[in-house]
């Protein structure tokens, strides 16, 4: 699967410049991201940790720098083509499809996995058949890894929020991506959602893929991370390991009066 | 089974006619509510679906039905062939249309699309030389099917009848498959839509030639039912009366949207005594269905049925349930 020599990073983004009529809210961003990795972006509001992850997905057009996801240059693509070359996200807002089942959610996730064709499947031929429990059964696997199985069939719109939360999470592992981007999982969650999401996020290290969230929960960054980006005033103020990130006198600065506190 | 609500409405429409084989009411009326119910079932595709608006539907409907007379009558060409041209036409239109506008979203759409169906009616009008001006075009020879010509109210009602259920069966398999999920997660979410690898403006693109397709067939249908088409049956009250059709029913559903199609048929014929009172009472029924059932006629009739059942301690329970229409009923164009 990975194709890459253990010395190139998955993802290597560069000078990446994203500006918001005159404001500019990444200002040359370069970090790079190794495969199998926990790295969380972190920075006080405002810091433009959204911002970087929508420039990553294609959802803006960023107008200078370098995004090199495993050797391919993903900057100016549209999101879908993102999607297709392994980088699958959640939201910060809820993006649920509220009109639809929880599994059907999670099939929608499969998308890229899916091959019908409107012809075909306005004729039902057998290969949609095929296709139809093929798909229900990948979204069943992303389902059980985060112990949705149970409600595989509720309405995504009637789940409590944690769970909807999950789905969200679900959906996006259905994609089978190489990277995942989990942008606030842990925002509105109570303390016994946020222990069982670090177990989660975890787990899905353990199955192959990477992850880089961004996350205000400081003990589940500081938990569950391997690296630490610190973003401040759309520029990288520090990287490294947690306990490095927490004794650089620089981030301490910038955390100053804010209401974020560390604590492991 | 997946499609025994079909099978039960097939029945149905088969039985009406060996019931009441001389009935006016049922094989003319039903006919009509027919050629409405493919044309409901295809822009429900569009609104009820992918959550986008055409409020100018009538003018595929009409480019179908003018495609059928203008060939069959001036260049003499057979039936068939000219509802496939009326297709290509239809279709090719929507497919250079949609890219520019279904990047608008809500009232930005509607207003173009409504825009398009008043433009092609002004043509219908105004190009005499073609469509005859607003007397029509007259003497549409009667469809031939490889050798059997459709003659008589009866015939018309069983081929518009099995038009009606190719159209219903088609919409029921595109929605229950990937294409379907799509096509409603573009609706629930473009942003998330396009984060899964769909390419949503290919979707909203296929989706809007699709319904255009059914538009058109339905328009091609009618020219050779009716003998005689003119601009007033593709103008824009019918492009809105469409879209009633498709609200009244429950958006989202493929037989919402048939029922709603059948139900503003009869309702009009229902109608005809209070002539003068038609339009008020049509707007006054709309405004009692978006009221009390905004799920649509069908949808809610039937959810208030489930939710009755249970309450006598009948039918499966189904806890935590909330009803998916509910969900699925939101502002076509409201952004993520």
Redesign the interface.
Known sequence: MNALSPSTPLLRVEGLEQSFGGVMALAGVSFQLDEGVIQAVIGPNGAGKTTLFNAL?G?YRPSAGSIRFAGQELRGL???RI??HGI??T?Q?L???????VI?NV??????R?R???LA????LPQ?RR??RQ?RQWAREALTLCDLADWAE?????LPYGLMKRVEIA??LA?RPRLLLLDEPAAGLNDTETLALRELIARIRASGVTVLLVEHHMPLVMGVSDRLLVLDYGSVLAEGAPAEIQADPRVIAAYLGGAVHYAV | MRLAGFYGFAALVVLLPLLFPNDYFVIVVGASAGLHAILAVGLNLLVGYAGQISLGHAAFFGMGAYASAILTTRFGWPGLLALLAGLLVAGLLAWLLARPILRLRGHYLAMATLGFGVIVHVILVQATDWTGGPDGLSGIPPLNLSGWTVEGDLQWYGVIAAAMLLAIW?SL??V???????L??V???E??????????ASAKT?VFV?SALFAAFAGSLFAHQQAFVSPDSFNLAVSVELVTMVVLGGI?STFGAACGAIALTLLRQGLVVFEDYEMLIHGALLMAVMIFLPQGLFVGLGQALRTGLRRCGLGRRRD?????S???V?DPGSP?
Do not use: K
Not at chain 1, 95 to 101: A, G, I, S, V, Y
Not at chain 1, 121 to 124: G, I, N, V, Y
Not at chain 2, 176 to 182: L, N, P, W
């Open positions: 997905c959802f549209p999101p879908y999607a297709a699958a996200r939201f807002n993006q649920l499809f509220f009109n639809m089942t059907e099939m929608v996730g499969c998308h890229l899916a019908t064709r409107w499947a306005a004729l039902r949609v296709e139809e798909l509720q309405s995504a719109g009637a959906r996006a994609a | 088609l398999n595109l229950d498959s990937q294409i379907g999920r799509a409603r997660a609706h629930g979410s942003f998330a839509a396009q984060m899964m690898g769909i390419d949503t296929r699709v989202a935590r349930h909330r009803s998916l509910t969900a699925g939101q993520p």
